[in-house]
């Protein structure tokens, strides 16, 4: 499968790991938008954007959420953060391998768009 992230999580393209588990790779976005720009992703191609979450392939999503807290503690943001997620392409998603920005290090805007 041509998917940048999978080749992330095979080594097959470098990148700043920021967490990592059996489950999950967390690691710092090549384009960051703010100090802290890490992108947190399943290690398993099965997801491809959140119109593809059912009640059967959820539980790796809520496994994301709860290593959140702990990448943001490593990242040095844990007072405050946001966590985006880009669907489709009117969401401007441009990886079909489901994934989760954590941004933060900074005074983030209101403003969300
Ligand atoms: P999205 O637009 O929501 O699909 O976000 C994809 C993000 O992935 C985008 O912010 C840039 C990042 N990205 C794309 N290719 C690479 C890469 O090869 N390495 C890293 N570290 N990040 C990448």
């Known amino acids: 499968m041509d998917c940048i992230f999978c080749k992330i999580v095979a080594g097959e393209i470098p990148s700043a790991k ?10 710092k976005d090549i384009n960051p938008c703010a100090p802290v720009h890490t992108i947190i992703i399943p290690k398993e191609h099965s997801i491809t954007c959140c119109n593809d979450i059912t009640e059967d392939n959820a539980e790796i999503v809520a496994y994301i959420f709860s290593k959140i807290p702990h990448i943001a503690k490593l ?11 880009n669907c489709g392409a009117l ?10 920005h954590l941004i933060g290090g900074t005074q983030l805007s209101e403003k969300l768009n």
């Not at 990242?75 to 997620?85: A, L, P, Q």
């Not at 969401?91 to 989760?100: D, K, P, R, T, W």
């Open 75 to 85: 990242c040095g943001t844990e007072e405050g953060y946001r966590v985006v997620n």
């Open 18 to 27: 920021v967490y990592e588990d059996d489950r999950i790779l967390a690691f």
């Open 91 to 100: 969401g401007a998603q441009s990886v079909f391998h489901i994934h989760f």
